[in-house]
């Protein structure tokens, strides 16, 4: 089964400043595919950014990008230019790109990032 | 506007008793997943359904049933026999497709059992 750690429960940064949130996985397969949600403190979950495990270009959206390092089964998020809306659970999420019955995700206990003014 | 609702947001409900929570969407995805979220344990999959009248078992799913009788629409309940209840759970969708793999979350509802 796979397994997602995220090694940071807490992280903070202060505004304008960068700063990275790691992420390791374990899997035996080749296809599959990586995803950083967000969570802000309304619960909803929103989508941040996504890989997919075939490319080998980091992903990037705006502030946020990804170091995809596919040998080490890492996937961390840069967050450059922090505001006070990046505050959030940040997770972390695993799909296989096997199909059938696996296109469920599997997550990361979270890290909680806080942004200082 | 598509998206999924959750309703209600905050459900009380005394020991023993089954609750069912429901969860809507108008994306017209084939797939639907149900979450449950704990403090400092994610999200971990409770059940999840890739069409009509089809269900698996998550991770989870001990406690807990589920049916899928339209397309739109993914109701959970959460019975008796589940032995930690409160928890925050979460409603999702995807289209069920290869190439695509992003799933939409509802905005959740917290359930607290006493």
């Known amino acids: 089964a796979q397994t997602v750690t995220q090694s940071q429960p807490e992280m903070s940064v202060q505004e304008a400043e960068t700063v990275t949130l790691s992420c390791t996985y374990d899997?035996?397969?080749?296809?599959?595919?990586l995803f950083w949600y967000k969570q802000p403190p309304s619960r909803q979950m929103i989508l941040v950014i996504r890989?997919?495990?075939?490319?080998?270009q980091n992903a990037t959206e705006n502030r946020f990008s990804v170091n995809f390092q596919k040998a080490a089964k890492s996937f961390s998020l840069k967050i450059s230019d922090s505001q006070l809306g990046d505050a959030a659970m940040y997770f972390c999420a695993y799909r296989s790109g096997s199909g059938g019955s696996n296109y469920k995700l599997t997550f990361g206990k979270g890290t909680l990032l806080t942004v200082n003014p | 506007d598509g998206g999924i609702t959750q309703s209600p947001k905050y459900l009380f409900r005394k020991e023993g008793q089954n609750v069912t929570l429901s969860c809507e969407q108008n994306l017209n995805h084939d797939a639907m997943y149900w979450y449950r979220q704990d403090p400092g344990q994610g999200l971990r999959l409770i059940y999840y359904s890739q069409i009509v009248n089809d269900f698996q078992k998550g991770d989870i799913a001990e406690g807990y049933s589920v049916s899928r009788e339209k397309k739109e629409s993914f109701p959970l309940t959460v019975t008796s026999a589940q032995k930690n209840p409160t928890a925050f759970y979460l409603c999702a969708s995807s289209i069920f497709v290869v190439s695509s793999y992003e799933q939409y979350f509802g905005p959740g509802t917290r359930l607290t059992v006493t």
């Open positions: 899997t035996s397969e080749s296809d599959y595919y």
């Open positions: 890989q997919e495990a075939y490319k080998q």
